[in-house]
């Protein structure tokens, strides 16, 4: 049953807003835990990259010797290096080591979860009840998995999901805004490569959110022809983007005379420094007791090996999230529930996953729970588990064990078929009509 949108109150001063109160108090908490926590290795690792990038070229950082090896993509660097440099610009003896330096790093992330709350109340406007929008608010500034990471790790996940998120947001905004999604995803895919297989997803919603009920076939094709120019513009843009990050680095495209390094060597590299089959990931893989230690080049199903069997079931998810993306109703709906499905593959399937790639796949569903309520237990539960996978990662993995690794990765596969179950039949015309009563408030006019 759709939910008719509710009437708003008169817009209140912005000081009086509860908006500004819970995003206040969550910037607090995160700012008052954060000198205390810190996954050492990382924090070291990336004070250390942040220092070489203040004071050195760009293009000697993959081949200076250094503590940690570099083994991040040219995207998040650059925003490292921006970082160093105006700390030395305003203090050129600047230390990038104690708790200021770490404070520096650290703000990247936490000011990242602050946005994220602020975009999930901006999307959610005209759909739910404002109640209902700080609710939704609050389960996303007090939400462990997100806190954990970002406050307590000092892992810098949350600034990708926002990225995801913005781009997602811009592809349902209609063509005006087509045109940045693809400059914006090259960016994150310098960042995040695996999430070049968002790509697909978001190409069928500049689609559908341009041409979804014209008014007659002359709009329609106008419509069309609107999409195509802005991918036009768009691929432009990300011809620019992928330079423009990459070739400081001098990091370049296979062929290309004057680099050091494809961008494909560095993504090679960056894969072949963990060969296990999960890297404290509670995915398909831990739930068959493989893990930390195991080389997925070993065979897995008959000639095949732990990591082409990943390959074949991420692909096989791929092609399921572009059926719901192509049937589900509205287009924010389908875009939202196959994202959700992508990016739970993406932690799910394949093969040298990280415990942080179910990030996406929980932010996902900060944006579809408010407006079908029975996906709030799985969000809190994959929050739950996520944080746990957390917690065991950053103990050396000295907590646990083969069955907490087992039922956890059980929770994740049956949170993940639960939640995508009920996103399909909520979006799809013919099996939403059996959705219980008040569940749903999908969008306007559906």
């Not at 700390?87 to 330096?101: I, N, R, W, Y």
């Not at 602020?118 to 404002?130: G, I, K, M, N, P």
């Not at 697909?200 to 919603?205: D, E, I, N, T």
């Not at 993504?267 to 420094?273: A, L, M, Q, S, Y």
Request: charged share 10%; glycine share 6%; with cysteine.
């Amino acid at each position: 049953m759709v939910e008719q949108p509710f009437a708003h109150p008169p817009a209140r001063p912005w000081t009086h807003h509860p908006l500004l109160a819970l995003a206040l108090v969550a910037l607090l908490v995160r700012l008052l835990v954060a000198p205390f926590f810190g996954y050492r290795y990382d924090v070291s690792s990336y004070l250390e990259w942040t220092a070489y990038l203040a004071r050195n070229p760009l293009h000697g950082f993959y081949a200076a010797n250094l503590a940690t090896p570099p083994d991040h993509l040219p995207g998040d660097l650059l925003i490292f290096a921006l970082i160093g440099r105006m700390a030395v610009l305003a203090d050129p003896g600047f230390s990038f080591s104690g708790s200021v330096a770490e404070m520096l790093i650290r703000i990247v992330p936490i000011a990242s979860d602050i946005v994220l709350g602020l975009l999930v109340f901006r999307a959610l406007r005209e759909r739910v009840s404002d109640r209902m929008r700080i609710l939704a608010v609050a389960v996303v500034y007090f939400n462990p998995a997100l806190f954990t990471v970002s406050a307590i790790w000092g892992q810098w996940d949350s600034f990708a999901a926002v990225i995801i998120v913005s781009i997602i947001l811009l592809a349902l905004a209609g063509p005006r805004w087509g045109m940045l999604i693809w400059p914006l995803l090259t960016f994150l895919v310098l960042i995040k490569p695996q999430v070049a297989i968002f790509a697909p997803l978001l190409l069928v919603a500049q689609l559908r959110t341009a041409t979804v009920n014209p008014p007659s076939p002359a709009d329609h094709s106008a419509a069309r022809d609107r999409v195509i120019r802005n991918l036009l513009v768009g691929a432009l843009g990300s011809v620019v983007v992928f330079f423009a990050v990459t070739l400081p680095f001098g990091v370049g495209l296979p062929g290309q005379p004057g680099v050091t390094w494809t961008i494909l060597d560095r993504v090679h590299f960056t894969i072949e420094r963990y060969s296990d089959v999960a890297l404290g990931a509670h995915n398909v893989w831990a739930m068959m007791g493989l893990g930390y230690g195991d080389a997925d080049r070993q065979a897995a199903v008959g000639s095949l090996s732990f990591q082409t069997t990943g390959i074949i079931l991420l692909v096989g998810a791929g092609v399921v999230a572009m059926t719901l993306i192509s049937t589900l109703r509205p287009p924010d709906w389908a875009l939202w529930t196959a994202s959700f499905v992508t990016a739970m593959s993406i932690y799910m399937f394949p093969t040298r996953v990280h415990e942080r790639y179910m990030l996406p796949a929980i932010v996902c569903l900060f944006f579809m729970w408010p407006v079908l309520r029975a996906l709030l237990p799985v969000v809190l539960g994959l929050s739950v588990t996520y944080t746990i996978s957390l917690v065991f990662s950053m103990s050396n993995g000295a907590l646990g064990g083969a069955t907490a690794n087992l039922i956890l990765a059980a929770i994740n596969l049956t949170l993940f078929v639960i939640a995508g179950t009920l996103a399909t039949r909520a979006g799809h015309p013919a099996l939403r009509l059996h959705m219980p009563k008040r569940t749903i408030a999908i969008h306007r006019g559906t």
